[in-house]
């Protein structure tokens, strides 16, 4: 079964300075990957998502993460955050074909501090 | 576009209460639906899923059910809601890539 590892459940970080937040997964298999963000008390937006191609996606609000298939990566960064970026994060990962379902992981708190 | 609303945002309702919770999709056609559920604190878990017309697979034994009347309509229900339903309820739909676009949450609090 297909898992997906969020290693850090907080993330504090100053205004300004760089973050990255980690997502690991397991899969034996060829996968998309999505990276989604949640501001309180709303639901999930699509950050950004890895269908093929270049393993370096760009997404909104300035995020960007990298795959890195030997490693099953997918690492979440932004070079300057703001106070703004302060929210949930989820990792997923679904199986090219196959099953409807995606696997999410349990999240990363993003504290951005002024 | 494609849009997705679910309502109501916010309810209270006393232990052993029916529960009904909707879901329409906009600007597309046959789509996958979802039904998520989350915990104070905690991470998702899904309850439901339907890739068609009265087509749900349920994912996690409870006292909750799910219908699918419409092509582009999902509704959540209890005949009875325990304390332990209390939670943020998301419905979503899946793209072509697999990436789901969730609604705005429905906040359930059980007394």
């Known amino acids: 079964a297909q898992s997906v590892t969020q290693l850090d459940s907080q993330v504090p970080v100053f205004e300004e300075a760089p973050v990255e937040l980690r997502c690991n997964y397991s899969s034996s298999v060829s996968v998309y990957l999505f990276w989604y963000v949640q501001y309180p008390n709303q639901g999930l937006q699509l950050l950004l998502k890895?269908?093929?191609?270049?393993?370096l996606v760009k997404g909104i609000n300035g995020f960007e993460a990298e795959f890195n298939k030997s490693q099953t990566s997918f690492h979440l960064r932004k070079p300057s955050v703001h106070i703004s970026d302060t929210a949930e994060y989820f990792c997923a990962v679904k199986d090219w074909g196959g099953s409807y379902i995606p696997t999410f992981g349990r999240g990363t708190s993003l504290i951005v501090h002024p | 576009s494609q849009t997705i609303h679910q309502w109501p945002a916010t309810l209270v309702q006393p232990v052993g209460s029916p529960l009904s919770l909707e879901c329409t999709v906009e600007g597309t056609s046959n789509p996958n639906l979802y039904w998520y559920r989350q915990a104070a604190g905690r991470g998702l878990q899904l309850l439901f899923y339907?890739?068609?017309?009265?087509?749900i697979s349920s994912e996690v034994p409870q006292n909750l059910s799910a219908s699918r009347p419409q092509d582009r309509q999902f509704i959540l229900s209890s005949k009875k809601l325990l304390l332990s339903d209390s939670g943020f309820y998301l419905c979503?739909?899946?793209?072509?890539?697999?990436?789901?676009?969730f609604g705005e949450g429905s906040r359930l609090t059980v007394l």
């Open positions: 339907s890739v068609g017309i009265g087509q």
């Open positions: 979503a739909w899946s793209g072509v890539g697999g990436e789901l676009f």
């Open positions: 890895y269908l093929s191609g270049s393993t």
